[in-house]
């Protein structure tokens, strides 16, 4: 016969719990400020405050752990809607193993209608994919690493001679199309945003507001947005991070047409690192043939969505109508 679970409860969190939700934050994170983040994520968000549940535990009164939604504006089959990404869902190591963590992702599934939220996403660790499932998430596609080296070293170590001839090879001629640094209000954005959009089913809104928000304001500043521009015009934006020799795509927005020019610019400004790296959706990966563009597969991690219950939007349990990054995570730092 199994022992009992130790009682806990379960509530939204408000403005009082702020200390507690930032040691909190401070043994999750691992890496970063705390209190930036929270300045920056949950009290700063253009779209809201965020939506936090904690878990409290009966006989201690100690906080056991927490989950939250960032609101967000999606993009859903050319309608503007109201959205959150999924992150923060740590539960203390003393205090798992008690069911908290469903716990936590089911009562924020029950707050969705209220707060007129009609999808929550993301690509959680592993640790938190069952947890999620069981508060009533559905894994609906993957979201896999592509890499595509730029020196031969990339693929084998012991090919390192071979590198300034493998880099002439591997590197795509730059034509006209370069990177400009974004700037802040950045009327361009919206400019690339209205030509994409179109061709979007779901996505996160990329207009000026939310790449300032995202990425010019993050308290890490190390994923820098860029406009994509070819002979004066922007073709599309992107935000970048180097990371271990290698340049990580945080985020991209194009026409699909203007992928490979896009590509082929970032390539070059990766300058002598090793490779690039993007994660996409495997569905929109194909859509965009990266193997054609010299991206190769690598590993892949669920990607889940969890819609309130009798949602009506059948769009988004279609994976080929996604579009998902990394710059729709709630991490502004890859270590």
């Known amino acids: 016969m199994s022992a009992p679970v130790p009682p806990y409860a379960v509530r939204q969190a408000t403005q009082v719990d702020r200390p507690e939700i930032l040691a909190l934050l401070g043994e999750h994170m ?3 400020d705390p209190a930036r983040k929270m300045e920056w994520l949950y009290e700063g968000n ?22 939250s939604y960032f609101p967000i504006r999606m993009w ?18 003393k205090f798992r193993r008690r069911g908290i963590a469903a716990a936590l992702h089911a009562a924020l599934r029950t707050e969705m209608p209220k707060h007129r939220i009609e999808v929550m996403f993301g690509a959680p660790a592993a640790a938190n994919v069952t ?12 979201t896999v690493r592509f890499l595509r080296p730029l020196t031969a070293s990339t693929l084998s170590r012991k ?17 006209t199309t370069r990177l400009e640094p974004m700037r802040e209000a950045d009327g361009r954005i919206d400019e690339v945003w209205a030509a994409t959009r179109g061709e979007l089913g779901v996505a996160v809104v990329r207009d000026a507001a939310y790449y300032g928000w995202r990425f010019l304001r993050a308290p890490a500043q190390v994923q820098q947005p860029f ?3 070819d002979d004066g015009r922007p073709i599309g934006m992107c935000a970048l991070q ?12 194009a026409p699909a047409a203007n992928w490979p020019r896009a590509l082929a610019a970032i390539a070059h400004h990766a300058g002598d690192l090793e490779a690039v790296e993007i994660k996409l959706l495997r569905e929109d990966a194909a859509r965009h043939q990266l193997w054609r563009r010299g991206f190769i597969a690598r590993e892949g991690r669920p990607f889940l ?12 349990h279609d994976p080929a109508r996604w579009t998902y990054t990394d710059g729709d995570l709630d991490i502004d730092h890859f270590p």
């Not at 180097?242 to 927005?253: E, K, S, Y």
């Open 46 to 67: 253009p779209e809201g405050r965020a939506l936090t549940w904690v878990a409290v535990d009966d006989a201690s009164g100690e906080f056991a752990g927490l989950t």
């Open 159 to 175: 090919a390192a001679f071979a590198d300034v001839v493998a880099r002439r090879l591997l590197l795509p001629r730059p034509g």
């Open 30 to 32: 691992a890496n970063g």
């Open 305 to 316: 969505i969890v819609t309130p219950e009798g949602s009506s939007l059948k769009a988004l």
């Open 242 to 253: 180097p990371r271990a020799n290698r340049l990580q795509i945080v985020d991209l927005c």
């Open 131 to 142: 947890p999620l499932q069981t508060g009533g998430s559905h894994v609906i596609s993957e």
């Open 227 to 229: 406009v994509i521009v």
């Open 76 to 93: 859903i089959e050319g309608q503007m809607a109201r959205a959150a990404i999924g992150g923060d869902g740590y539960v203390r190591p």
